[in-house]
C-alpha cells in the first residue's frame, strides 16, 4: 500500500535530491493521492516516492511542471514515433479540432484512416475503431470465438494485451492461470497459457485440445520483445492455428506501424487472421482498431449476418473512429508510409543500445541493453550473471528472469535518470522516436553513466 508522502523515510540522497528537484510535482502528487489510487492513471506510472508531472513535450523532449527538461522515453507508451508534436499531425489535429470533436455520425476521415492502415497492412480487408488496445484485443477474441465456433484462448506467459478480464493471469502473475482479483473462474478457465518459443509445447497443447479457437501473441515478444521471441516462432505459430483450424491474432498494438512500416506481420511475413492496432495508428491520440479477414470481421456486419442468419455482434462505442483521432492517424500513418521515420528511430536505437553498452561494460556494472527496432531494454541482472554487454544475448536467458528486474533498484535507478535528465519506463527501457538523434543518444549515456556512480555511492550496487 502507497504510505502517504511525508511518512515516506529514507536517508537516500538520490530521493533526497529528486524532492528538492521537483517541489511541484510533489505537491500535485499530494493533491492526487486524494483523488486517485496511488494519485495515478495507469499502473505504468507509478514510481516511489511519487512521479514527475509533466507541462509539456516537443519532438525527443518534455519538461515537468518545475522546469526540468528530460529526454523522453516513454513515448507516449510507444504512441508517438513521430516525437511529440510532429508539425504535420498537429496541423491535422488542429484542422479536425476546427471541424467538430465528435459528430455522432459516419464522417469521411474514418474511411481515409482504414485506407492508410490497409495501404500498410494489405491484409486488412475490414477494420473496426475501437478506442483503445484493450478494446481492440477484447473484440478480436470475441470475433475470433463467434467465427470458430471454439472458446479457449491460447496466449503466452508475460504476453500483455491490454487490461481486460482474459489478459490479467498469466502477465505479470497468476502464470498457473487462477483468476486475478476480480475476474470470475470462468475466463482463465478457457485460456490457456504457453511459454512461447516452445514449439513443441505449442504442437502439443494444439494435439491434445481440440477447442482452441484463436491464439494471440506479442510478434516479437513479451512487453515489446523484453522477452524476445524469434520470427521463426511466430511463423511456426501461423502454420499449427491454420492446420487445427484456430485463428492467428497478432497483437500489433505497440508493433503496429514500429517495427516496420507495416509492423512485424509485413517484416515477418506472416498473414494473421486478425489484427489489434492502437498507438502509433491512432496517431498518439486515443483510438484502436481490429482488422482482418473479411469474413471474419462480417461478424459485425448487418447484411452479411441476415444473409447468414447469424447472430451479429453488437459494437456500440461512443468514441469508435474519433474524428480529431482519426485525424491524427491518416496524417501519422502518411508520413510512416512515405518517409524514413521507422529507419530513423530504428538507427536512433541501434546507436543508443551501444552507446549504453559501451557505460555498462566501462563501469563494470554488470547491466546490458538490447532490444530491435525502435526500442530499448536494460537487462540489471540481479542474479549477477557473468556477462558482457557488448555481445548480450538475451535469448540465452530465461523469460521470467528477463522481466524479473530487482525493483529496488529499478526503481532508485529510474529518480537517478530522472535527476539526470532522462525517463524511461518501470521495465527500465523505452521508445525511441524519429526525432531522438546523436545528442539524446549522448546525453542519455551520460545520464545513466551519472546514475549508476549515484546509485554506487550509496551502496545500491556494487
Ligand atoms: N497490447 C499490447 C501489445 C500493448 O502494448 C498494449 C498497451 N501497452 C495494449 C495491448 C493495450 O492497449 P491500450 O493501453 O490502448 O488499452
Given at each position: 500500500?502507497?504510505?502517504?508522502?511525508?511518512?515516506?523515510?529514507?536517508?537516500?540522497?538520490?530521493?533526497?535530491?529528486?524532492?528538492?528537484?521537483?517541489?511541484?510535482?510533489?505537491?500535485?502528487?499530494?493533491?492526487?493521492?486524494?483523488?486517485?489510487?496511488?494519485?495515478?492513471?495507469?499502473?505504468?506510472?507509478?514510481?516511489?516516492?511519487?512521479?514527475?508531472?509533466?507541462?509539456?513535450?516537443?519532438?525527443?523532449?518534455?519538461?515537468?511542471?518545475?522546469?526540468?527538461?528530460?529526454?523522453?522515453?516513454?513515448?507516449?507508451?510507444?504512441?508517438?514515433?513521430?516525437?511529440?508534436?510532429?508539425?504535420?499531425?498537429?496541423?491535422?489535429?488542429?484542422?479536425?479540432?476546427?471541424?467538430?470533436?465528435?459528430?455522432?455520425?459516419?464522417?469521411?476521415?474514418?474511411?481515409?484512416?482504414?485506407?492508410?492502415?490497409?495501404?500498410?497492412?494489405?491484409?486488412?480487408?475490414?477494420?473496426?475503431?475501437?478506442?483503445?488496445?484493450?478494446?481492440?484485443?477484447?473484440?478480436?477474441?470475441?470475433?475470433?470465438?463467434?467465427?470458430?465456433?471454439?472458446?479457449?484462448?491460447?496466449?503466452?506467459?508475460?504476453?500483455?494485451?491490454?487490461?481486460?478480464?482474459?489478459?490479467?493471469?498469466?502477465?505479470?502473475?497468476?502464470?498457473?492461470?487462477?483468476?486475478?482479483?476480480?475476474?470470475?473462474?470462468?475466463?482463465?478457465?478457457?485460456?490457456?497459457?504457453?511459454?512461447?518459443?516452445?514449439?513443441?509445447?505449442?504442437?502439443?497443447?494444439?494435439?491434445?485440445?481440440?477447442?482452441?479457437?484463436?491464439?494471440?501473441?506479442?510478434?516479437?515478444g513479451?512487453?515489446?520483445g523484453q522477452v524476445p521471441?524469434?520470427?521463426?516462432?511466430?511463423?511456426?505459430?501461423?502454420?499449427?492455428?491454420?492446420?487445427?483450424?484456430?485463428?492467428?491474432?497478432?497483437?500489433?498494438?505497440?508493433?503496429?506501424?514500429?517495427?516496420?512500416?507495416?509492423?512485424?506481420?509485413?517484416?515477418?511475413?506472416?498473414?494473421?487472421?486478425?489484427?489489434?492496432?492502437?498507438?502509433?495508428?491512432?496517431?498518439?491520440?486515443?483510438?484502436?482498431?481490429?482488422?482482418?479477414?473479411?469474413?471474419?470481421?462480417?461478424?459485425?456486419?448487418?447484411?452479411?449476418?441476415?444473409?447468414?442468419?447469424?447472430?451479429?455482434?453488437?459494437?456500440?462505442?461512443?468514441?469508435?473512429?474519433?474524428?480529431?483521432?482519426?485525424?491524427?492517424?491518416?496524417?501519422?500513418?502518411?508520413?510512416?508510409?512515405?518517409?524514413?521515420?521507422?529507419?530513423?528511430?530504428?538507427?536512433?536505437?541501434?546507436?543508443?543500445?551501444?552507446?549504453?553498452?559501451?557505460?555498462?561494460?566501462?563501469?563494470?556494472?554488470?547491466?546490458a541493453?538490447y532490444g530491435t527496432?525502435?526500442?530499448?531494454h536494460?537487462f540489471?541482472?540481479?542474479?549477477?550473471?557473468?556477462?558482457?554487454?557488448?555481445?548480450f544475448d538475451a535469448e540465452g536467458i530465461?523469460g521470467?528472469e528477463l522481466?524479473?528486474?530487482?525493483?529496488?533498484?529499478?526503481?532508485?535507478?529510474?529518480?537517478?535518470?530522472?535527476?539526470?535528465?532522462?525517463?524511461?519506463?518501470?521495465?527500465?527501457?523505452?521508445?525511441?522516436?524519429?526525432?531522438?538523434?546523436?545528442?539524446?543518444?549522448?546525453?542519455?549515456?551520460?545520464?545513466?553513466?551519472?546514475?549508476?556512480?549515484?546509485?554506487?555511492?550509496?551502496?545500491?550496487?556494487?
Amino acid at each position: 500500500m502507497d504510505q502517504p508522502l511525508e511518512s515516506v523515510r529514507t536517508n537516500s540522497r538520490i530521493v533526497a535530491e529528486y524532492r528538492a528537484r521537483t517541489a511541484g510535482s510533489a505537491a500535485l502528487a499530494k493533491e492526487a493521492r486524494g483523488l486517485l489510487p496511488s494519485g495515478i492513471a495507469h499502473d505504468g506510472r507509478h514510481i516511489e516516492p511519487y512521479g514527475i508531472y509533466v507541462a509539456r513535450a516537443e519532438g525527443p523532449r518534455k519538461w515537468d511542471v518545475d522546469g526540468n527538461g528530460y529526454v523522453d522515453y516513454f513515448g507516449g507508451h510507444g504512441a508517438l514515433l513521430l516525437g511529440h508534436r510532429h508539425p504535420e499531425v498537429m496541423r491535422a489535429v488542429e484542422a479536425a479540432l476546427g471541424a467538430g470533436t465528435h459528430f455522432g455520425a459516419n464522417h469521411p476521415g474514418e474511411i481515409k484512416w482504414a485506407a492508410a492502415i490497409r495501404r500498410l497492412a494489405p491484409f486488412a480487408e475490414r477494420l473496426r475503431f475501437t478506442s483503445s488496445g484493450t478494446e481492440a484485443t477484447l473484440m478480436a477474441v470475441r470475433l475470433a470465438r463467434a467465427f470458430s465456433g471454439r472458446s479457449t484462448l491460447v496466449r503466452f506467459k508475460g504476453h500483455f494485451h491490454g487490461w481486460h478480464d482474459h489478459m490479467t493471469s498469466g502477465y505479470a502473475s497468476h502464470f498457473d492461470g487462477t483468476p486475478t482479483a476480480g475476474v470470475l473462474d470462468g475466463i482463465p478457465a478457457k485460456v490457456r497459457l504457453l511459454e512461447a518459443g516452445d514449439e513443441a509445447g505449442l504442437e502439443a497443447a494444439f494435439a491434445e485440445e481440440r477447442d482452441i479457437g484463436a491464439a494471440i501473441i506479442e510478434p516479437t515478444g513479451a512487453s515489446f520483445g523484453q522477452v524476445p521471441v524469434r520470427p521463426t516462432f511466430v511463423q511456426a505459430l501461423r502454420r499449427v492455428t491454420e492446420r487445427h483450424g484456430a485463428l492467428l491474432i497478432l497483437d500489433e498494438v505497440v508493433t503496429g506501424f514500429r517495427v516496420s512500416r507495416g509492423g512485424a506481420a509485413m517484416a515477418f511475413g506472416v498473414t494473421p487472421d486478425l489484427v489489434s492496432y492502437a498507438k502509433i495508428a491512432a496517431g498518439g491520440l486515443p483510438g484502436g482498431v481490429v482488422a482482418g479477414r473479411a469474413d471474419i470481421l462480417d461478424r459485425l456486419d448487418f447484411a452479411a449476418m441476415a444473409r447468414a442468419g447469424q447472430e451479429k455482434i453488437q459494437h456500440p462505442g461512443t468514441f469508435n473512429a474519433n474524428p480529431v483521432s482519426a485525424a491524427a492517424g491518416v496524417t501519422t500513418l502518411g508520413i510512416i508510409a512515405e518517409g524514413e521515420a521507422n529507419a530513423r528511430a530504428d538507427a536512433a536505437a541501434a546507436q543508443l543500445r551501444e552507446a549504453l553498452n559501451e557505460v555498462f561494460a566501462e563501469t563494470r556494472c554488470g547491466w546490458a541493453a538490447y532490444g530491435t527496432s525502435s526500442g530499448f531494454h536494460v537487462f540489471l541482472n540481479a542474479a549477477g550473471r557473468p556477462i558482457d554487454p557488448r555481445h548480450f544475448d538475451a535469448e540465452g536467458i530465461a523469460g521470467g528472469e528477463l522481466k524479473r528486474q530487482p525493483e529496488r533498484l529499478a526503481g532508485r535507478l529510474r529518480l537517478a535518470l530522472l535527476l539526470n535528465g532522462v525517463d524511461v519506463n518501470g521495465r527500465i527501457g523505452g521508445f525511441v522516436s524519429a526525432t531522438h538523434g546523436a545528442g539524446e543518444v549522448a546525453e542519455t549515456a551520460a545520464a545513466f553513466r551519472r546514475a549508476i556512480l549515484m546509485l554506487r555511492a550509496e551502496g545500491e550496487m556494487a
